[in-house]
């Protein structure tokens, strides 16, 4: 079956910087869109960041330019590597494929 597991979560300063990963199995990962998506306490889930089979990436205009998406085909895994990170980035992340999605990974930035 689908399986989504992220990794790399953790407690981060204020500019500091994560990696997540989600290891994907039980389909196709080359022929799917893959996406990272963040639910902060007490808000609706949000899009965070996508990327297409071909590579087209998209983003939250609120994560322009601090975060990155890719994936690597040969390893099954899709990544988001966070930069500049921010109070308000605090939240649970998500994988997702289709409509499965991993267990999530907290995020948290504080001083």
């Known amino acids: 079956q689908v399986q989504l597991v992220e990794s790399g979560g953790g407690l981060v300063q204020p500019g500091g910087s994560l990696r997540l990963s989600c290891a994907a199995s039980?389909?196709?990962?080359?022929?799917?869109?893959m996406s990272w998506y963040r639910q902060a306490p007490g808000k609706e889930r949000e899009l965070v960041a996508l990327?297409?089979?071909?590579?087209?990436?998209n983003y939250a205009d609120s994560v322009k330019g601090r975060f990155t998406i890719s994936r690597d085909k040969s390893k099954n895994t899709v990544y988001l590597q966070m930069n500049s990170l921010k109070p308000e980035d605090t939240a649970v992340y998500y994988c997702?494929?289709?409509?499965?999605w991993g267990q999530g990974t907290q995020v948290t930035v504080s001083s």
């Open positions: 997702r494929a289709s409509n499965n």
């Open positions: 039980g389909f196709d990962f080359n022929g799917y869109a």
């Open positions: 990327i297409g089979s071909t590579y087209i990436t």
